[in-house]
């Protein structure tokens, strides 16, 4: 089993950057793949990025690509997602996630355990 905690959310203007982590403990962080997912009041978690166990696979949403960058560093049992010309609309709650199947999984049903969230908010 894996614990997850983000950190990094905040105020931010738009055009600017921010950077969330997630810290994980428990079990042995380089067996699985990360991703992270992003949740606006009263709709469903939608998916970010996703990184593999091994960092040289990576996933993006059209609506981040080029903008936001997903890595993980296995010796600190931290994954990154790197924001970057942030908009209005990419506020909202973002969450990390854990899964040991294979692939690089848009769905949340792919994950198996779940961080508290870290609220991000992108003022126009």
């Known amino acids: 089993q894996v614990q997850l905690v983000e950190s990094g959310g905040g105020l931010v203007q738009a055009g600017g950057s921010l950077r969330l982590s997630c810290a994980a403990s428990?079990?042995?962080?380089?067996?699985?793949?990360m991703g992270w997912f992003r949740q606006t009041p009263g709709k469903e978690r939608q998916f970010v990025a996703a990184?593999?166990?091994?960092?040289?696979?990576?996933n993006y949403a059209d609506s981040v690509k080029g903008r936001f960058t997903i890595s993980r560093d296995n010796a600190k049992n931290t994954v990154y997602l790197q924001m970057n010309s942030l908009k209005p609309e990419d506020t909202a709650v973002y969450y990390c996630?854990?899964?040991?199947?294979?692939?690089?999984?848009?769905?949340?049903?792919?994950?198996?355990?779940w961080g508290q969230g870290t609220q991000v908010t992108v003022s126009s």
């Open positions: 996630a854990a899964t040991r199947l294979f692939g690089l999984w848009v769905q949340t049903t792919g994950y198996e355990y």
């Open positions: 428990g079990s042995t962080f380089s067996r699985y793949a």
């Open positions: 990184i593999a166990w091994s960092g040289d696979s990576t």
